[in-house]
């Protein structure tokens, strides 16, 4: 199972040793979640008001491009909005530099890609059993293929309430993708242009992203194997953060409400070893190249 290794960082500048980040370097790669219960996201004064479900308008997720600064997602007015994305883009910058501190090796092959705040209650959500977050999976998204890059994910509880934020965490990935991989089907050719061709991909959705997303959909769909797979529950307290390649750690998130995230996109030649990827695991497991 998913270990949960905690280290004692505490501000998003903090300098680090090269043991601090070698350690944290090898827990990600092999599967780990590196949590940092210290590690605090502060609400400044104004952005409390930001924390009602509200704010989200009809969906559960706001969402900020940090490049440009726009953001989608949210119904509010104006002024809402511009604290709303100044909050995100705060969080998106201490990411980043959190990353650069604990993790330098990735640096000039990370990718920053969108932020987002999430104020919705997971728990009692109605939505699809694709969509169902509560379901143990590994991340894959059917409109925006990686063609093999990893998903790097920072997380933060910022409920006001104290609530943690609870997931429950499986089993290895490769253990995941032998009980599944045999029965998942094999792309068809053509399929991946036509998808791009119509705009229902942003790029070309490779062999490696069609099986992610069987995998995803299969774990998902599996109602035995939800309860029955080994497994452990892990509270992520209010004022806590943690980081987790969530392509890689088969996942499910509980209970919970008021979060932030920042995803990065990480090529694998940027990695201290690149055999743990998902892309080499499925390469070995079908004896094939994927990209």
Known sequence: MTDVISLSIASWDQPCSAAEQEYALRALEWGSVLLFPQLRFSIQDGESRLLSPTIAG???NVSLDPSSGTSRGSDADEAELRLLRSMMQRFATSSKTLLHNLLPR???????ARTSFRPVEIAGRSTSWRKDDT???VDSFPSSPTQGKRILRVFTNVNPHGQSRTWRLGESFEGAARRYLPSLPSPIW???HVLNLLGVTKSRRSPYDHFMLQLHDRMKADLAYQPEVAQSVHDFHSGSTWIVFSDQVSHAAMTGQYALEQT??????????SSQAPLRIL???????MT
């Not at 990735?106 to 920053?112: K, P, V």
């Open 58 to 60: 009809e969906g559960k």
């Open 135 to 137: 379901r143990l999976h």
């Open 190 to 192: 053509g399929t991946s």
């Open 264 to 273: 990065f996109h990480l090529p694998i030649d940027y990695m201290l070893d």
């Open 106 to 112: 990735y640096e000039a092959g990370l990718q920053q």
């Open 283 to 289: 390469e070995r497991l079908l004896g094939r190249e």
